[in-house]
């Protein structure tokens, strides 16, 4: 499907075998050469890192985290007052009070699942939620390959297969593979904003009959990188195929704070199932995702995230958690997810200054995401659907022939090829739609659009003067 | 072997089948029942955790990375200017110059990687080190359980085996078991601190003939939990078992920092192994590692280690990064470890007190150690041999024939039974010598003693005072 799904058949066997066993590895790294360009400085926004574009970090996370690690600010005055009271907090709640000590291996830190326990529970309008039920790791796409590998069984027929939104985040098709899955393909509708259809889930569906084995059914909502956001509706037609077909509902959730769109709302899996009722409420399995790296937080470099498992067995719960015997989870993401899930409140000194990081955030979202998408708009081959939440847009190209067959000859995707040229003249980095999971001739581009303002036009300003130099070259 | 290889006969399959695959979980974390005891606080030296029992942090570790979290103090003057300068050159070393952004896939900050490699020349008097053949994990149990995955295959007599030491660390016959490796043990010469015997290396290999396939072998020098330290013959005698044997040296040697035993010192086998000459410097396969957690620097909660791969096929390397391909890793820890590899130099405002600091924890470790060894030694029944390095001691006991008894009744290890009674008669935790793979009735504890020279007093009359009362009870 991407290109990170291909092994890379250099690799198989062709060196003189070692004792290790010399197995393929996958290069995820792209070539860059960046060398002696035109252009000072290259903007990537193929990924949702939006610190590496130029995003300012929540001060109030990291003011925390600053007294944690040295504690010695817990008494100066450098620091907000509440910043250091949360600081002394969370180093009570920390193993030996050090940020240095192990967390408990496979469990992390009681305090922090409650903390965000409440925060889910506040979130849904009192439904309940288990602490017992979350499961940190370093990052939610480890906890998202820990279920994968989790499923992972059988063989041919059996082989347990994931639908799979299509496009889909572009880290998804890899992490499926390492886990040994099935990716089947349901198509999100691009005229509808990437809605979810529920025909086309029934379509996908039959594909899989004594093909593989169906398990589960993964959602990005807010989407990534449609930018749709799913209402009520959709989200209950979602968790009534689940439940007819016995499926384990996979609700990646990490940009449910960073919804933007006019009149829409985030509304969880988890609420929505638990307000059809019992004969949901008590039935339907559901991990819902949740990151440190999403959004307005951005703090990916940290590595944190949380999954809450609704009506699983204790004893697959608890597999989970041997998943991660070996080692005890890094203690310093707990403690800003801490802070993530638990901001200042209206009454605390740094209400005020947290409130206006958020709102400006989000604000420079929405703005970048309605440019962004009206001046690809005018650009000749392009069409954006508008986004409403989440920090991608996922324009649609069209390519000129001719330059689908030089692709063709080169041996790489026209998307890709597109991108490659985009960033050796002009130092922009876009994603190509094929890593999301589109094929030809659906090419696509992935961007960004969570980037200081001033960043963004000159990324804007670089595509443009490309587009319309390569629809020159190829007329 | 250890309670911890014993997979838990409860999960397995006794509950409704889920669709997510149940497969058996494994609980590491043991009841304390820690309520209403006549003892204040719980003293835990099961562990190598140093900070969770109350040893303080390198300061300038710290100061490094507050500056790094929260930039704001590279300008004021809480911090001293060393420490903020580096902070500074870390920043600018990330991606998108925060610890916010992913550093990159699978390889980590190439700058850190580049430190780990000048500090291992320096270390080992020139030999060269490739920053290519640094891998960087969340913790060194992660890189040595990565290795592991890597070399596991075949079933039966083609199942991969390693040579395993017995005593060995706590955590390694779970990793082995994770891997779903076997562990063929070797026994070190307790009478000689814990030396490896060349004799038993060949006897242990000898059984594995039609049983296994013997892949590789590890060794922890200096010696967890034996606190030996490996000369120089005694190195080179395992290089060459190991090139004879065709065996891949895993070599764990997160304890380099922590020699104190008088006139010794510690030489890492990659430096014996390349001044052994081509013959072996140019083909055995060395895999070493090094972790944040250990020794004097004990930021165990950071998360952070890496290995150092030699003669390893390039294939087989790539295969090892593209395990980590699914995520990059924290960058946090990253720039811990580049403080560790690179400390203060005698110039910098922060040598001295750097210098103190390490001194008095060396110190601190090498006083205890003598002290608990001389103290165990007075109690009947206790053997303990001198340690020359890392943070742990393990003293034999010889366990009243009734207490064995009455542990056999009750379905538990006597020296399990022993520390289970320690902790709820008078709150200490310590290691019972079956998780290090001892075997009845070769009954040890595994005792941590970096810790401040009060706690260690407290910790050794409490031990005694149970110890003298156990052998009232059972006379
Ligand atoms: C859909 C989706 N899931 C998860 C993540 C975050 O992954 P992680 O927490 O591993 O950084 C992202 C980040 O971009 C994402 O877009
Ligand atoms: C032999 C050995 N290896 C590794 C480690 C450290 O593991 P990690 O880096 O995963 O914390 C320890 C820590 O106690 C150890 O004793």
């Known amino acids: 499907m991407s290109s990170l799904e291909e092994g890379d058949p250099k690799l198989r066997g062709t060196r003189a075998p070692s004792r290790m066993q010399g197995q393929a590895a996958r290069s995820t790294e792209e070539s860059t050469h960046e060398a002696k360009k035109p252009f000072q400085q290259v903007i990537d926004v193929s990924t949702g890192d939006s610190h590496r574009a130029g995003m300012k970090p929540v001060s109030f996370v990291r003011q925390v985290l600053a007294a944690c690690v040295y504690p010695e600010l817990l008494d100066e005055n450098n620091l907000p007052l509440d910043a250091r009271q949360r600081a002394h907090k969370l180093l009570g709640a920390c193993t030996g009070g050090s940020v240095g000590s192990y967390s408990a291996t496979a469990y992390g830190i009681p305090y922090v699942c409650k903390s965000v326990a409440e925060f889910i529970m506040k979130r849904d309008g009192g439904v309940r939620s288990n602490p017992e039920d979350i499961i940190f790791a370093p990052g939610s796409t480890k906890t998202l390959l820990m279920v994968l590998h989790l499923m992972a069984s059988g063989e041919g027929e059996h082989c347990t297969a994931v639908l799979t939104p299509m496009p889909c985040p572009h880290t998804l098709p890899m992490l499926l593979d390492m886990a040994g899955l099935i990716l089947v393909p349901y198509q999100l509708m691009e005229d509808r904003g990437g809605a979810v259809d529920l025909e086309e889930l029934h379509r996908a569906l039959e594909t899989t009959r004594g093909r593989c084995s169906p398990r589960a059914i993964y959602i990005s909502n807010p989407g990534n990188p449609t930018g749709h956001v799913q209402d009520r509706k959709s989200i209950e037609d979602v968790i009534r195929f689940a439940a007819t077909e016995g499926l384990v509902l996979l609700a990646d959730e990490v940009y449910q704070d960073s919804v933007y769109g006019q009149g829409k709302e985030f509304l969880s899996y988890k609420r929505v199932l638990f307000e059809m009722g019992k004969e949901y409420s008590e039935t339907v399995e559901l991990i819902s995702f949740h990151s440190l790296s999403s959004g307005c937080m951005g703090e990916c470099g940290l590595r944190g995230g949380y999954m809450e498992a609704v009506n699983l067995d204790q004893a697959v719960l608890k597999y989970l958690r041997g998943l991660q015997a070996s080692s005890s989870p890094p203690v310093f993401p707990q403690l800003a997810l801490e802070v993530m899930v638990n901001p200042p409140k209206p009454e605390d ?30 650009l000749p081959g392009m ?19 001719q330059m689908v067959e030089e692709a063709k000859v080169l041996g790489v995707k026209a998307d890709v090829l597109y991108c490659q040229m985009l960033l050796e003249e002009e130092g922009v980095r876009l994603g190509a739609g094929c890593e999301n999971g589109q094929e030809d001739p659906n090419y696509h581009i992935r961007l960004c659009v969570l980037a200081p303002p001033d960043t963004l036009e000159e990324m804007l300003a670089r595509l443009q003067a490309f587009h319309l130099r390569l629809l020159e070259r190829f007329p």
């Open 349 to 378: 000194p740094s209400y005020k200054t947290y409130s206006q990081e958020i709102l400006h955030s989000l604000t420079t979202l929405s703005q970048n995401a309605h440019r962004a998408c009206e001046f690809l708009n005018d």
């Open 383 to 401: 069409k954006c659907q508008p986004a409403w939440g989440g920090v991608f847009i996922f324009p649609r190209m069209h390519l000129p022939h």
